[in-house]
């Protein structure tokens, strides 16, 4: 399977959301990646349900849904309404993350988990199975446009061999500073779905940024 590119709405222009969103439908992006920010779990706040479901209307590909709230438990049938294909939690936002991962299935959505930069890949030895998909932050959580964290790669290679060791079925998904730079070494070492945010919704020419980046065109 060649490589995913999850653009990150995020850094859309919100004022022409629809533009955008059908932007990245007619482009060579797999997934929309929508980041939920409560200002409590990261210091920001981006938006929440109705602009998901907005996005959803016109949205024409997988909605790939990064939570960045505590507790996710009580938001994640909300989430499914609003047309979460995908639900990502953070590993360091739930207290009892087993349950969240069984509750986002029971949903009938695909589960995803979260490390933060500082957290080791070794913490989802125990349920590495039940897992969709392992999303590594490669910036710190909470805004767009922040540098590449070069430790990144070697989470990627511990993540790979963990998954490969349990047969888990997980996808690796790297999200933050993603670029023309890193984009092909993230890929060789194992990554599955690329978010990009600034790089592709800041550039000239979306579509085709989009499309260098799938291709690596570098
Ligand atoms: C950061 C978000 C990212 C962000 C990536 O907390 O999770 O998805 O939008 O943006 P860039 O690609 O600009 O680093
Ligand atoms: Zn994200």
Redesign the pocket.
């Known amino acids: 399977m060649s490589h995913l590119i999850a653009p990150?709405?995020?850094?859309a222009d919100f004022a022409n959301l629809q533009r955008d969103v059908e932007m990245v439908n007619q482009s060579e992006a797999d997934w929309f990646?929508i980041?939920v920010?409560d200002g409590v779990f990261?210091p920001?706040i981006s938006f929440g349900m109705p602009v998901i479901a907005a996005i959803k209307k016109h949205a024409a590909k997988t909605m790939d849904v990064?939570l960045?709230i505590v507790d996710p438990d009580r938001f994640i049938k909300d989430f499914k309404k609003a047309g979460a294909d995908i639900l990502t939690v953070h590993y360091e936002a739930c207290n009892h993350l087993h349950r969240t991962v069984q509750a986002i299935k029971q949903e009938g959505m695909q589960a995803g988990v979260?490390l933060n930069p500082h957290t080791p890949v070794n913490v989802l030895e125990d349920i590495i199975k039940d897992l969709d998909l392992v999303l590594i932050?490669?910036?710190?959580?909470?805004?767009?446009?922040?540098s590449?964290i070069e430790n990144t790669y070697k989470k990627i290679s511990e993540l790979k061999k963990l998954i490969e060791k349990s047969g888990s079925n997980a996808v690796i998904e790297i999200?933050?500073?993603?670029?023309g730079k890193n984009a092909e070494q993230l890929v060789a070492t194992g990554a599955d779905v690329l978010?990009?945010?600034?790089?592709?919704?800041?550039s000239e020419d979306p579509s085709k940024t989009i499309h260098e980046l799938k291709h690596l065109k570098y």
Not at 137 to 146: A, E, I, L, R
Not at 195 to 202: D, E, I, N
């Open positions: 990150s709405i995020l850094a990646h980041d920010m990261v920001n990064h960045m979260s932050m490669s910036v710190n959580p909470g805004f767009g446009g922040q590449f999200d933050g500073g993603v670029n978010v990009a945010g600034s790089f592709v919704f800041k």
